[in-house]
């Protein structure tokens, strides 16, 4: 690309790879030969349906989904899945678990008492949300044990997912989907707004398993009805088309990179490039998280003399270093290190820390 790309570390939306938004460029007034933009053709249209499915079965193949389960493309972010999960699964009697390990968890709770007899399971609360609480406190007649896989705001991340026997996970994988592969076995639903690491916002991906949407309620209204949109496919009413189509774009990407193996390989690697620099000068810089729960996605750090974040910030954004002040509950800052993030971008960050240290420590 010819005009200036910064280095983003915004939490999301976010950084997508540049391959993904010049192709959406190079298509955009003239969608597969239609004479048309994608956002200007019938979601019923066979130009359309080609994407829709081609994003679906790059899903499939990169996170290994088998066929018992359902991969919806919904709207309403993840937000409205912490309402729409327990009004499908909970009632009279169903009961669930949530591990709270950030605010993200917490609204997810919140939402959940609407619907349901709902219990907090574990928390790290009282340690600032700085670590994964490994230890389960679970009720074997729970319909399902919720988490958030990776807390976008404090950094930390379930490095391995908690044996719950035969009670099934229900995930919100926002801000880590696609970031590595995992065994999906004991999941039952997972969802994850697609802002974070898999396209722009406006969709949120949903999978689902067959024996979830088997005991799903059916008095729900028809559009935040599960059944609904497996039904038709994710296509019950129009779509929201132009973000499922930079997903596929993204997909594809993807997938050209590799597949999540490699993808999960340099995400390590980034992530121990920034984490090692913030080791190296603990008298300078100190991490939020937990060494057993550090996130691949979110590092998040501040300064011990935090009067000097400030000026942290400004000079980072001037060497073109955006979206690094942590959010308004932690402070300090937070480097979103997505799939789309390069190595180099890392590694500029990296000498900033450096830089700034040796100038101020
Ligand atoms: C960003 C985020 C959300 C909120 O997503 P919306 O799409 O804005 O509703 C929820 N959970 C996690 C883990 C997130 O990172």
Redesign the pocket.
């Given at each position: 690309m010819s005009t200036q790309r910064v280095h983003n570390f915004y939490a999301?939306p976010a950084t997508l790879p540049a391959s993904a938004l010049e192709r959406a460029q190079r298509e955009l007034l003239d969608f597969s030969g239609t004479g048309m933009s994608v956002m200007e053709i019938s979601h019923r249209s066979k130009e359309y349906e080609a994407v829709h499915r081609e994003a679906q079965a790059l899903l499939r193949e990169l996170l290994a989904i088998p066929e018992n389960y359902h991969v919806l493309f919904l709207q309403g972010?993840?937000?409205l899945q912490f309402a729409m999960v327990p009004m499908n699964l909970l009632g009279d009697g169903v009961k669930a678990d949530y591990v709270l390990t950030d605010d993200?968890s917490k609204k997810a709770f919140q939402e959940a008492k609407r619907f349901g007899e709902v219990r907090e399971a574990a928390s790290s609360e009282n340690t600032g949300f700085d670590r994964i609480p490994w230890q389960i406190d679970r009720d074997p007649e729970a319909a399902y044990v919720h988490l958030?896989s990776?807390n976008?705001l404090f950094g930390t991340q379930y490095q391995t997912f908690p044996d719950t026997g035969d009670v099934p996970l229900v995930a919100?994988m926002?801000?880590d989907i696609g970031s590595r592969p995992f065994d999906l076995a004991p999941f039952g639903l997972i969802y994850a707004?697609a802002?974070?690491n898999l396209g722009p916002?406006g969709v949120?991906v949903v999978i689902l398993r067959d024996d979830m949407l088997a005991r799903c309620r059916d008095d729900v209204a028809t559009m935040l009805s599960y059944a609904t949109h497996a039904k038709h496919d994710s296509l019950y009413n129009t779509p929201p088309a132009f973000a499922i189509y930079m997903l596929r774009n993204v997909l594809d990407v993807m997938r050209q990179a590799g597949g999540l193996a490699e993808i999960a390989r340099r995400n390590r690697e980034k992530a121990a490039l920034l984490y090692d620099a913030i080791d190296r000068h603990p008298d300078f810089y100190r991490g939020h998280a937990h060494l057993d729960s550090r996130s691949t996605m979110t590092v998040t750090f501040r300064l011990r003399q935090e009067e000097l974040e400030g000026g942290f910030l400004a000079q980072a954004e001037e060497k073109g270093l955006v979206g690094l002040k942590g959010h308004r509950s932690v402070g300090g800052m937070r480097a979103s290190l997505y799939n789309a993030m390069a190595i180099e971008g890392v590694q500029a960050l990296v000498d900033h820390l450096e830089r700034f240290a040796k100038k101020h420590g």
């Open positions: 999301g972010g993840a937000s993200w958030t990776n976008t919100d926002s801000s707004g802002q974070k916002a949120t």
